[in-house]
């Protein structure tokens, strides 16, 4: 069946009745024999418009650039999606997905932040290397040009930071301004003075067994122990302890039985 323009040329509505098809503006397209297809064809491509009582709500059209546009609102004014050429797709808004993932393909995959199209101002990077895969945070300073490297989790669960690490809770629990081992028995606070509930300029170095410093030229685990602090409060040094300081240097120490045992030492 044949529906042409009034007294004019040209077929406007075309119905395959052998394969069930429909073209509006040309001959039906058949995508597959298992589907029936509705082909829309104009001087720019073709468009579905959505309606309620008469008033647009939303559309789906293509254009010359061979992109598929997806529009909204009374006037169609507003775009929501546009899917190129090439098969990428932008959103004009918040995206959504609730209750489900979103899975990104390829050896090195990114969700980027643009300041504006091509303006690149920070990345999350999912890289692949043999069958590992870290996550990596890509920043830039604005005129810096490419964006680089700021930090990464590996796959092993580590934690790469390139410049400073800054723990700031100035905004929240000063209490929690702390780098915690596991629990809270090990960690280092930020405190002020004596008081560990408010923010200030103290450091504090906990352990709930002893706290222990090493130093050589090796890597940690085959460094030697230089000093000792058990959990009683008793220190241990392993080399000797000296004090330079300009002008007088003093040595507190208040334990009677340590005061007698340096006496006897001195006398010998």
Do not use: W
């Not at 918040?94 to 690149?120: F, K, R």
């Amino acid at each position: 069946m044949v529906v042409r323009k009034n007294g004019a040329s040209g077929d406007v509505f075309i119905v395959d009745t052998d394969n069930g098809n429909i073209g509006m503006g040309g001959t039906p397209v058949s995508l597959s024999s298992n589907f029936t297809n509705l082909t829309l064809n104009g001087t720019k491509g073709g468009a579905i418009i959505f309606e309620d009582d008469g008033t647009s709500q939303h559309a789906i059209h293509t254009t010359d650039d061979n992109s598929l546009r997806f529009l909204y609102g009374s006037s169609l004014a507003s775009e929501a999606m546009r899917i190129d050429s090439s098969g990428d797709a932008t959103f004009a808004s918040d995206v959504t997905i609730s209750g489900g993932d979103m899975t990104l393909t390829g050896a090195t995959t990114s969700i980027i932040g643009e300041q504006s199209a091509g303006a690149n101002r920070g990345k999350i990077k999912f890289v692949t290397s043999s069958s590992d895969g870290d996550i990596v945070f890509e920043t830039t300073t604005n005129g810096a040009g490419a964006i680089t490297e700021a930090g990464r989790f590996t796959h092993d669960g580590n934690l790469k930071v390139i410049n400073n690490l800054i723990i700031d809770s100035t905004a929240g629990d000063v209490t929690k301004q702390k780098i915690q081992f596991h629990d809270d028995n090990v960690g280092l606070q930020r405190a002020s003075g004596s008081d560990r509930t408010a923010n200030g300029n103290s450091l504090y170095i906990s352990a709930f067994e002893d706290i222990v410093f090493t130093a050589s030229g090796a890597a940690m685990g085959s460094q030697t122990e230089r000093l000792r602090i058990a959990d009683d409060g008793s220190a241990t040094f392993s080399g000797d302890v000296n004090i330079s300081k300009a002008g007088n240097a003093t040595l507190n120490i208040k334990t009677l039985l340590m005061v007698c045992l340096m006496k006897e030492k001195l006398v010998q």
